[in-house]
């Protein structure tokens, strides 16, 4: 099941920015009712979207789950999915109310929610090659707002920040410019949370035990620690607000 949340009022955890020796802070309680929307893909090829207050259940048939791999978001209302059409990845977005039929936005290698809220980034055309060439942006209606045949100097596509696209290869993870082709290290393996320009994950050369969060644009990086003898796992999301990881 690959499955992707949006919700206000749950706090998972407040992260201290200091060093090791910093006490834990503060306890926060939520002080609203759980709110939003749950929405999930499963192997029977149906996309449901669950009211988290109501509890009212709304499914969709969808194509199936294509070999390289299921992925799911939600931007500007919509959620984003891919499914096999004519064997290859394609993506498509459809309403969060389920409601009507799913927009076609293109195939594609691999796909990531673009730092603009309601747009989609997609690279490559067929996750059966080797290298992605090409990448595009298009909203969650099928509009292309850019357009590039560059190829994408990455073994996948974590993600996208203001500035641009964040590839990985070779367990190192960058930004990369697709207008200019530019990219620049960001000291981190992967990227485990994305929130404009700040970046939950494993530290460069950590082999993914350390966890930080580094601010893309400026490069400030904070370390994470878990309070007491408790040891954190790697992997988390931001906050809808992005205030909390």
């Given amino acids: 099941i690959v499955s992707a949340v949006v919700t206000g009022g749950l706090v998972a955890a407040l992260l201290s920015a200091g060093d090791a020796e910093t006490p834990a802070p503060a306890r926060v309680a939520a ?44 931007t500007g209302g919509h959620v984003v999915f891919s499914g096999e059409l004519k064997r290859r990845t394609t ?15 293109g195939a594609a290698h691999q796909f990531a929610a673009s730092a603009t809220d309601g747009r989609v980034w997609l690279a490559g055309t067929d996750c059966d090659r080797t290298s992605m060439h090409g990448v595009r942006e298009v909203t969650v209606d099928g509009q292309v707002t850019f357009e590039s045949d560059r190829r994408v100097p990455a073994e996948a596509l974590a993600g996208a920040v203001p500035d641009g696209l964040l590839v990985s290869r070779r367990r190192a993870l960058g ?31 950590s082999d993914c035990g350390k966890f930080v969060i580094v601010d893309s644009a400026s490069g400030r990086t904070v370390p994470v620690h878990a309070s007491g003898r408790r040891v954190l796992e790697m992997g988390g999301t931001f906050s809808p607000d992005g205030t909390l990881l």
Avoid: K, Y
């Avoid at 009211?51 to 299921?70: F, K, L, M, Y």
């Fill in 91 to 105: 993506v498509f977005s459809v309403p969060l109310a389920l409601d009507r039929a799913p927009t076609r936005l």
């Fill in 31 to 74: 002080t609203e009712r759980p709110a939003g929307t749950i929405v999930f893909a499963s192997d029977s090829n149906r996309l449901t979207a669950i009211d988290v207050a109501t509890g009212r259940r709304v499914a969709r048939r969808i194509r199936s789950v294509p070999g390289c791999g299921g992925q799911l978001f939600v």
């Fill in 175 to 205: 930004v990369w410019d697709p207008a200019t082709g530019t990219d620049r290290a960001v000291g981190l393996e992967w990227a485990f949370g994305i929130e404009g320009n700040m970046l939950a994950g494993c530290a460069t050369g």
